[in-house]
């Protein structure tokens, strides 16, 4: 196996917790879940909507619960990757990192579109006749903001996702408590049941939660981004745990802010308020100049999402590119910001070019991209938690069998595997168990495909370099941690080709 060129270390010193963890919380970005995600689950639920959210948080905190307890032991770049190589194996665990590169590439991919057609949306309201092109200006700008943040490094990045993400959970927590007040005699508890605002019941309630599902997508970034923190054996599991928290907090505090402001009965068309904007009308309601700032945190939202998914994608590159997986030119690390600089340069490069050229050649424009990606990736991201919900078991009894407990390695992570399964098939749009559940038809079904093709282009390169480069593949299940090289069972225990351990903390 040929070495990676030049430094292949990260700085092991660079984030604390509070970035680590804000790190999670703007990748899951819960202003942008409620903006998006949970309008769709309410077109479900209807007024039922926090029973659907309060169902989704209890198996997303499943997930976290289960991939927290991989991360406690293997502090990596190769993040979830390398859990599943320790767990089930290296090939496994290169077609998750192979997977999750893509996926959080995503992001940014559809997002530097949704940036532009919603900021031109804005200015056309408060300019009538402002052409519509110049959201490929607005796209730009967002996604040069991002490059920016990257190329400064991890903690520059990291610690203006703390920022970001304290504005949109003070803003839309702060709007929450103002519909919660203003609806007076509409609070009410019955929102927990399954039939407020709908005559469907669980029927209508659990898609609604599958698609709530999926507005805590991201919780996971944390992992990629081990190495690089001061403490990664601690701070990455509670990263995870916590932003799953915050998520859950969020989501059920405006779902119920919704619901109870609107009306139980009326939430079946809450998607389309506000001329598909929901929440910019809600703030409208309450104060008319609200809607503007809605809009603005919303893009700080958006931002923040790209950066976190933009970080977590530049480090799995990073990994694989270190072990071999890809060029080894991706393992290039850029003093002093210790910036995966390669990683970076393609990711942003790459991510512009597709947004812009899709998104200007489609007939839908970039809402055409942002189905075809965001389909890509809920299902690329639902493949890799399957797979590592089995490898939490498996690592434990290969490895460490005297910490072992039934409950937290076995049975949550059963029962987080059998809660995912329906969410894939969901995402498919494959109608089961009586459920209404929404076909995938036209752009989005494009990313079904794309997904289906990159998983399996992913599984036949990891099977190739089993076959012909064995080195490869062992340095895909190893951690690198300060003064040592800690190996998997398929590794050896030194193996000379290996590049340089990483610093960080043990």
């Known amino acids: 196996m040929t070495e990676p060129p030049g430094d292949v270390r990260l700085d092991g010193k660079k984030v604390g917790l509070v970035p680590v963890l804000f790190q999670s919380v703007t990748t899951v970005a819960p202003a942008a879940g409620v903006a998006t995600a949970l309008p769709l689950s309410a077109g479900y639920a209807g007024g039922a909507l926090p029973l659907a959210v309060l169902l989704a948080a209890a198996a997303c905190s499943l997930i976290a619960i289960t991939i927290s307890q991989l991360a406690r032991h293997l502090p990596s770049a190769g993040g979830l990757s390398t859990y599943v190589a320790r767990g089930l194996g290296t090939v496994p665990g290169y077609v998750v990192g192979w997977a999750l590169i893509f996926a959080y590439s995503c992001i940014p991919i559809y997002f530097w579109g949704y940036i532009g057609v919603t900021s031109i949306a804005e200015l056309q309201d408060a300019v009538p006749g402002a ?24 903690a520059v990045s990291t610690r203006t996702g703390v920022i970001m993400g304290l504005i949109e959970l003070t803003v839309f927590g702060a709007l929450a408590i103002i519909l919660i007040v203003k609806a007076g005699s509409g609070n009410t508890l019955d929102v927990f049941t399954p039939h407020s605002g709908n005559t469907e019941g669980f029927s209508a309630v659990l898609p609604a939660a599958i698609y709530a599902i999926l507005a805590f997508v991201g919780f996971e970034a944390a992992a990629p981004i081990g190495e690089e923190s001061d403490n990664p054996r601690r701070n990455v599991p509670v990263a995870m745990l916590v932003s799953v928290s915050i998520g859950t907090f969020v989501y059920l505090l405006c779902s119920y802010a919704s619901v109870v402001f609107i009306g139980p009965d009326k939430m079946k068309g809450f998607p389309a308020l506000g001329g598909g904007v929901p929440w910019t009308y809600l703030g409208e309601r309450v104060w008319a100049p609200l809607g503007v700032v809605i809009f603005f945190v919303l893009l700080n939202s958006l931002i923040g999402n790209a950066n976190g998914g933009s ?12 072990a071999g997986g890809l060029p080894n030119a991706f393992a290039r690390v850029q003093e002093p910001s210790g910036t995966p600089i390669v990683a970076v340069r393609t990711l942003m490069g790459g991510s512009i070019v597709l947004a812009l050229v899709l998104g200007l050649w489609l007939g839908g424009g970039p809402l055409e991209v942002f189905a075809i990606f965001g389909t890509t990736l809920t299902v690329l991201v639902l493949v890799s938690y399957l797979l590592v919900a089995v ?8 490895e460490r069998r005297a910490e072992f407990k039934i409950l937290v390695h076995g ?7 059998v809660l995912l399964v329906p969410v894939l098939i969901a995402s498919l749009g494959i109608k089961f168990a009586g459920l209404d559940i929404a076909p ?22 990891a099977l190739f370099l089993k076959a012909r480069r064995p080195d490869t593949m062992r340095n895909i299940s190893q951690v690198f941690v300060r003064g040592e090289l800690e190996s998997g069972p398929e590794a050896p225990a030194v193996h000379a080709a290996c590049p340089a351990p990483l610093e960080g903390s043990v």
Do not use: D, E, K, Q
Request: aromatic share 16%.
């Open 131 to 154: 052409p519509h092109w110049l959201w490929v200006v607005f796209a730009i700008a967002g996604a040069l903001i991002v490059w920016a943040l990257l190329g400064r490094g991890i």
């Open 311 to 322: 970080n977590a994608a530049t480090r799995m590159s990073f990994s694989l590119g270190r």
């Open 391 to 398: 490898s939490c078991t498996a690592f434990y009894l290969r």
């Open 411 to 417: 049975v949550v992570p059963f029962l987080a595997f």
């Open 440 to 461: 995938v038809t036209g752009p989005a079904a494009w990313g079904l495909w794309l997904a289906v093709v990159w998983l399996v282009i992913g599984l036949g390169t």
